[in-house]
C-alpha cells in the first residue's frame, strides 16, 4: 500500500468519526425537544412535586443539556450504556445478545442476496432485453412498492401455515445448535433478501451496463472476443468498485429493514428492542439503540467508499 | 389536451386504480357498507356476500375498514407529501439562488439527517413526542424534505445559470420572483414524476410506522394498522391480515405506473432528469 491511499483512507474514517459524532448530537437533541422530561414521564401526572424534584435529581436532570449529552457521550465511549428506565436493567449487557442476534440475521440474508443479486445482475446484462431483464424491472417495481410486511406475512402465510416447512416465529435461545437457528430464522431471512435484492441487482446491472457501453469494451468487441470474456477480463475488474459500493449500500438498507422484519418474526433482535421501548417512551434505550444503528449505518457507508478507493485507482488521484 | 388512446396500458392501469382508490378515499362514509367502528358480527369471519372481505379481530366489516383506512392513510400521506415538498423545494431554491452561508449551513444539516436512517431518527423522535396525527405528518413530511431538498436545490443551480434568470436578475427582480416566476416552472417536471415516488414513500413510511404501533392511534387505523391488529390471525390461517398489506402494495404499484409514465413524458420533452 502507498501512502497516498493510506491518507485517503484515513481522510475518508476521519470523516466518517465526525459524522458519527454529529449524529449522537443530533440523537440526544431529538430526544430533548419535548417540553416536559423524562421524571415526569416515569411518574405521571399524578406525581408530587418533591418526588419530581427528587428524581429528577437523581436522573441528573437538573444539569443543563450540553453537560448531560457530554456525560452520556462519555458513558457511550466507556461502554455504559446507562441503565433502561422500564426495567432497572443495564442496557449494554441487554444490547449484546440481540445486537449478535440482529447481526446473524442480517449476515445469513446477505451470504445469499449478496452473490445472487451480482449473478442475476450479470444476466441481466448478458441477456438485454431478455427475460431476465424484463424479470428484474418487474421485481425492482415490485419491491419499490411492496411493504415490508406484506413480504413477510405471505411468507408465514404459506411457508409456515399452509405448507407448515419453516416456524412462523423466530424462537431463538443461548446456546442452540447452529442448524436450528438456521432453521428458525430461513423466513425472515428470505424475506430480508427479497426486500433488497431487486434494488442491488438493479444497481449490479446499471453499473455493468455503464461499463459495457464504454469505448475499451467496444475495442474488446470489436477485436472479435465473446461476450463472456468480454465481462470477465474488461468489465468486470472495472465493475468491482461500483458493485461493491452498491453491495454495502444495500447492506446499509438492510440494516433497517431488519426493524420490522423482526417484529413481524418477533425475533430478539434490535429492531424488536427499540420499537418496544419506544413504545414505552424508555429514552436512554432508545437513544443508545438508535446511536448503534446510525454507527453500523455509517460504518457500512464509509466501508463501502474505502472499498472503492482501493479497487479504484482513479480514486486516488483527485484533481 | 392528452389523447387517451396514446397513453401505454401500463399507465392506464396505474391512473384508473389510483383513481378507485382516490374515490374510496374522499367518498369513504358513502361508499362503506358498515359504519368504521361498527361491531357486526363474529371475530374473522370468512369472505362472504354480506362481508366481502370477512371480518377483522374485534368482529368488524373488514371492507368497511379499509375504505375508510383508504381515507387516512392517504390523508396523512398527501398532507406529508406536500409538507416535504413545500418545505424542501422552497430551502432547496433559497440554498441554490443564495448561496453562502445559508447554503453551507442547510446542506450540511440535510448531510447529517440523511446520515442516520429515515425509520430510526423517526423512531428516536417519536419515543418523546406525543402520539397525534399533527406530530406525525410534521415528523413524516420534515424527515422525507431531506430528499426533496437535494433534488431541487440541484435543479435550480442548473437553471439559476441560464440566461434568462440572468436576464431577470439584471432587470432587479426580487429573490421572491426568480424563484417563483424563473426556477419553478422551469424545475416542475421533474419535481412532478419525484412526486409519485415521494407519496409512495410516505405511504410506505407511515404503514411501517402505524404497523410497528408508533403511526395512527386505535380506534382509528390506516393500512399498516390494520395489518397489526389482524396479524396474530395468520398462524391460524386466517388471511385478514393480508388484505391491507395488498392495498398497499397495489396502490404503490398504481402509483408507481403513473409517476415512471409521467417521467417518460418529461424526459423525452426536457432530455434528462433536471
Redesign the interface.
Known sequence: MSSPILKLVAQRVALGIV?LL??SV??FA?????PGDVAQSILGQAATPESLANLRAELGLNDPAYIRYFHWLGGVLTGNLGTALSSGQDIASSIRPRLENTLFLAACAAIVAVPLAIILGLLAVRYRNGWVDKLISGLA??S???????IG??L??FF???WQIFP??STVYDGMPFLARLEAIALPATALTLVCLAQMMRMTRAAILNIMQSAFVETAELKGLSAFSIIRKHALPNAVAPIINVVMLNL?YL??GV??IE??FVYPGMGQY??D???K???PV??AV?LI??AV??TL?IIADVASIIANPRLRHPK | MINITRIPLAALIGIVMTSLFLLAAIFAPWIAPYGNAQIVGDVWQPMSSQFWFGTDNLGRDLLSRMIYGARITIFIAVLATALSFTLGATLGFCAAVLGGWFDTLMSRLVD??M???????A???????PSTLVTLIMVMGILDSTRVYRLSRAIAVDIEVMDFVEAAKLRGEGMLWIIFREILPNALSPLISELG?RF?YAI?FL??LS????GVQPPDADW?GM?KEN?DG????I?A??IP??A??I???S???VADWILNRTTSLKGGRG
Open positions: 459524522l454529529a449524529v443530533l440523537i431529538g430526544t430533548q425537544i419535548l417495481l415490485a419499490t412498492s411492496f411493504p415490508e410486511f406484506f406475512y405471505l408465514v402465510y409456515a401455515v399452509h412462523g416465529i446499509a440494516v433497517v426493524v420490522v417484529v413481524i427499540l420499537v421501548h419506544v413504545a417512551r424508555d429514552v432508545v437513544q438508535g444503528f446510525a449505518y455509517i457507508n | 447529517l439527517l446520515a442516520i436512517p429515515t425509520l430510526i431518527m423512531l428516536v423522535v417519536l419515543s418523546v413526542l415516488l409512495i410506505l404503514s411501517a404497523f410497528l404501533g408508533l399498516g395489518v396479524k395468520i398462524v391460524f390461517g388471511a391480515a393480508l398489506a395488498a398497499i402494495a396502490l404503490g404499484i402509483v408507481n405506473l
